[in-house]
């Protein structure tokens, strides 16, 4: 049996309990989004080796490339991220009309299908549309998730608030020096720490003023060698905040596994891949064998004040399976059937489709021209689904959100 990553079975019971009170809708939504990755293999016993997706469970829109922040863990921004050399005015070119995203809307509803929305960058922030989207969506009562670094979320928390269930808010440092230092902006005076700050403060005090479960406030925090020393001190700073944090031990690539997922990529699907390139890093060059006690104090700390506790994504037990983790790409630790091809519409900024959220070379079609149930099940839908499935996940696999993150 596959491994699947899962939410803290204490975090999950304690904040449903409350979220049916609140919504049950929502609270439907996200038990169902659940069941249906827990229940794959006993709707799928021959391992859906046709290629036919399930009903779409959750659409995942990366609907910007523009950002303010050059983090130095990003594989499209970041260190030797795939958009370094892209004009910046060809990028906002390409995005797509909100008037589009909102004809997507439609056909989902039209199609019977009832998904989760993931919607990031990019900022997301950053797109103009974004506001007018998120009550559109939310109109057709449809669960929203947004990713943000924080960017003018303090002054649009009106907006969130109504409309979001799930906020996930990158925070990678305690205070200004170290969040800054991981999460540079373009403009060298740019603090984004003080935005998250003030995110943080006005989105949890007006959920407590207005006696709200939703949306969860879930930080997002890439474990690397710019914080590896302050992450207990950056989790009691989100602690007071936030329902959950998640830490990720972050995505990475490195030159030989990159090699080897293009050759493969290639072999299978007859061209060569390119965004996996923009994962490799030196920023994972760090001492590892902290990171388990590290985290063993920020459940102990959660344990003594009763809230937020700390996610390990994905989850090992052993310092010596972290190291692996950051040593060996090949080792999967378990993670070897990826569900996410079957559930999951990946809409790329310009409006391409595909069905692997960071990785998105292969394009099944597009949100501009096509159709969305057309697509979905298209020819070169099943070809992917029925490679990964028949042939095991590529060598980029490994450190994906789909594969250990889904």
């Known amino acids: ?107 989902i509803v039209d199609a019977g299908w009832s998904p989760m929305w993931y919607i ?49 808010l ?57 914080n590896i020393d302050y992450v207990v001190d950056l989790y009691k700073f989100t602690n007071q905040y936030a329902d959950t944090q998640i830490f990720y031990l972050t995505w990475w690539i490195d030159s030989h596994s990159a090699q080897a997922h293009t050759e493969d990529f290639e072999s299978r699907f007859g061209f060569k891949p390119q965004t996996h390139y923009g994962w490799i890093g030196t920023w994972k060059d760090f001492d590892h064998g902290v990171i388990l006690d590290k985290f063993e104090e920020m459940e102990k700390f959660s344990k003594e004040t009763e809230r937020c506790p ?13 190291q692996r983790y950051y040593t060996n790409h090949a080792e999967s630790f378990g993670y070897n059937q990826c569900v996410s091809i079957y559930m999951t519409m990946e809409i790329d900024s310009n409006g391409d489709v595909s069905l692997c959220r960071d990785y998105h070379d292969y394009i099944i079609g597009n949100i501009k021209t096509d159709a969305v149930e057309d697509m979905w099940n298209n020819a070169a839908a099943r070809k992917f689904r029925n490679s990964i ?5 590529m060598p980029v696999c490994r450190r994906c959100c789909g594969l250990m993150g889904f």
């Open 1 to 107: 049996m596959a491994t699947r990553s899962r939410v803290s079975p204490r975090f999950f019971v304690n904040e449903l309990a409350t979220a049916m009170s609140d919504d049950w809708a929502t609270s439907y939504a996200l038990m169902k989004y659940q069941m249906a990755k827990e229940s794959f293999n006993w709707r799928h016993p021959f391992g859906a080796k046709h290629g036919k997706g399930d009903d779409v469970q959750l659409v995942s829109l990366r609907i910007t490339d523009m950002c303010n922040l050059r983090c130095h863990s990003c594989g499209q921004w970041g260190d030797n991220g795939y958009l370094h050399g892209e004009s910046l005015k060809s990028l906002k070119q390409r995005e797509v009309p909100v008037e589009t995203y909102k004809r997507l809307v439609d056909q």
């Open 120 to 168: 990031w960058g990019g900022e997301p922030m950053l797109y103009p549309g974004l506001i007018e989207l998120l009550h559109y969506i939310k109109e057709r009562d449809m669960p929203i998730s947004l990713v943000t670094n924080g960017t003018h979320l303090a002054r649009r928390a009106d907006d969130i608030l109504e409309t979001c269930k799930i906020l996930y």
């Open 170 to 226: 990158s925070v990678d440092g305690p205070n200004e020096e170290i969040h800054n230092g991981q999460r540079p902006g373009v403009s060298e005076n740019y603090d984004n720490f003080k935005d998250v700050k003030e995110a943080l403060e006005t989105l949890s005090e007006a959920k407590k003023r207005r006696n709200l479960a939703f949306p969860y406030i879930v930080p997002l925090s890439c474990i690397t060698m710019y």
């Open 310 to 322: 700390p996610m390990m994504m994905p989850r090992l037990d052993t310092p010596e399976e972290i």
């Open 389 to 393: 499935s028949s042939d095991g996940p």
